[in-house]
T-cell receptor
Framework: AQKVTQAQTEISVVEKEDVTLDCVYE???????LFWYKQPPSGELVFLIR??????QNEISGRYSWNFQKSTSSFNFTITASQVVDSAVYFC????????????FGTGTRLKVLA | DSGVTQTPKHLITATGQRVTLRCSPR?????VYWYQQSLDQGLQFLIQ???????AKGNILERFSAQQFPDLHSELNLSSLELGDSALYFC???????????FGSGTRLTVV
């Protein structure tokens, strides 16, 4: 069975601090995709990144970076120099590629960035 | 605009009623997925359609049903509504090769 765990329910940081959101996944499939989505207070799901299971390169996009480690089944997300606009709920998701491409979402981490 | 259109954006209805949520996928996408986001269950996969046919089912209640029409738009029908059905319902679409969803902005259903 597939599972995604986001152990951090809520994190509060002060603006300009760095923050890391943890994501641990479980799957027996060798081919899968991992995702991060941002859900701001308005409610929509904003796509941040997709990573396939064969690509363990870390990625940086502006203040965002992702660390994918298959050895620990983790796909962590770091925001550098956080801003108030980063306040949102962040979801990690797993998708396997056999048959359906349904997503298994983690329970989300609510990030509050205080001015 | 993500390209996936969900209507209505908000819906308030009474217990026992029936509602229909509509989703128009992004142009060229054949798959439509429905997800429910509730406070106690988080984001859960409900059902997937591919080119008009049901492809996969998740934790969808028997009171709920869906279909995908020849023009590829999809409808999620929720009947005998209960207070616990209050949630944000998302539709997503994906191209034929599967990966890379586009989510709609969701329909917020409130059952009173």
């Amino acid at each position: 069975a597939q599972k995604v765990t986001q152990a951090q329910t809520e994190i509060s940081v002060v603006e300009k601090e760095d923050v890391t959101l943890d994501c641990v996944y479980e799957t027996r499939d060798t081919t899968y995709y991992l995702f991060w989505y941002k859900q701001p207070p308005s409610g929509e799901l904003v796509f941040l990144i997709r990573r396939n299971s064969f690509d363990e390169q870390n990625e940086i996009s502006g203040r965002y970076s992702w660390n994918f480690q298959k050895s620990t089944s983790s796909f962590n997300f770091t925001i550098t120099a956080s801003q108030v606009v980063d306040s949102a709920v962040y979801f990690c998701a797993l998708s396997i590629t056999s048959g359906t491409y349904k997503y298994i979402f983690g329970t989300g981490t609510r990030l509050k960035v205080l001015a | 605009d993500s390209g996936v259109t969900q209507t209505p954006k908000h819906l308030i209805t009474a217990t026992g009623q029936r509602v229909t949520l509509r989703c128009s996928p992004r142009s060229g996408d054949l798959s439509v997925y429905w997800y429910q986001q509730s406070l106690d269950q988080g984001l859960q996969f409900l059902i997937q359609y591919y080119n008009g046919e049901e492809r996969a089912k998740g934790n969808i209640l028997e009171r709920f049903s869906a279909q995908q029409f020849p023009d590829l738009h999809s409808e999620l029908n929720l009947s005998s509504l209960e207070l616990g059905d209050s949630a944000l319902y998302f539709c997503a679409s994906s191209p034929p090769h599967g990966y890379g969803y586009t989510f709609g902005s969701g329909t917020r259903l409130t059952v009173v």
